[in-house]
């Protein structure tokens, strides 16, 4: 079956330090894996994706996660963190096996401190 | 390209009344669209899936009489809220697989619904 897990519901940084926010996954077959951001009253805004290329992926405004397959993780990093980047991150899965439907992790409410 | 649209971005109805919110692929045609709910600080929850020129999937737990799902187009889907009452406000979004990809969904800017 398949899932995600957001370790964390709430991080807070303080600007200009790193940003991690952790997700671990499970699937059957060759998972693709995304990162989404959402803002208050927002829609969903694609941060980046992996599939099935290079392990680490760099996505838009300085983010960029890993694929572990080792350890079924794909956490999302960057090395500076701005206000701008306060939201709800949600991390996704999805795989051919369950025709691509995707499944969301919990959320992540990321808060930046000045 | 794969921009998703949705109106209306916000609608307050009365408790009782029906409500029809569209979902619109603009550049590109998509067989396969998604409606998601969201509510407040939670994550999103599939409520169905809308295949192009047959009946809508639904997820386990939603009623289809209830959220009525149109594909009739392969640029519009909507999904209509029957006889809304409160428990229904919440943040609908809708999402398609690109016309070169069927991995990846690409989100309309949700709708508000508020029933008083």
């Known amino acids: 079956a398949q899932s995600v897990t957001q370790l964390d519901s709430h991080v807070s940084v303080s600007e200009g330090t790193p940003v991690l926010l952790r997700c671990n996954y499970s699937?059957?077959?060759?998972?693709?894996l995304f990162w989404y951001v959402q803002h208050p009253n927002k829609g969903l805004q694609l941060l980046l994706k992996y599939t099935s290329a290079a392990t680490l992926v760099k996505g838009i405004n300085g983010f960029e996660a890993e694929f572990k397959k080792s350890e079924t993780s794909f956490h999302l990093t960057k090395p500076s963190a701005h206000m701008s980047d306060a939201a709800e991150y949600f991390c996704v899965v999805s795989d051919e096996y369950t025709g691509n439907q995707f499944y969301f992790g919990t959320g992540t409410s990321l808060t930046v401190i000045p | 390209g794969a921009v998703v649209s949705q109106h209306p971005s916000w609608v307050i109805c009365k408790s009782g009344t029906s409500v029809k919110i569209e979902c619109r692929s603009l550049d590109f045609q998509a067989t396969t669209m998604f409606w998601y709910r969201q509510f407040p600080k939670q994550s999103l929850m599939l409520m169905a899936t809308?295949?192009?020129?047959?009946?809508?999937?639904?997820e386990q737990g939603v009623e289809k009489d209830k959220f009525l799902i149109n594909h009739a187009s392969l640029t519009l889907s909507t999904l209509t809220v029957t006889s809304a009452h409160p428990e229904d406000s919440s943040f609908y979004i809708c999402?398609?697989?690109?016309?070169?990809?069927?991995?990846?969904?690409?989100f309309g800017p949700g709708t508000r619904l508020t029933v008083t």
């Open positions: 699937s059957s077959y060759s998972p693709s």
């Open positions: 809308s295949n192009e020129g047959s009946k809508a999937t639904y």
């Open positions: 999402s398609a697989f690109g016309a070169d990809s069927s991995y990846e969904q690409y």
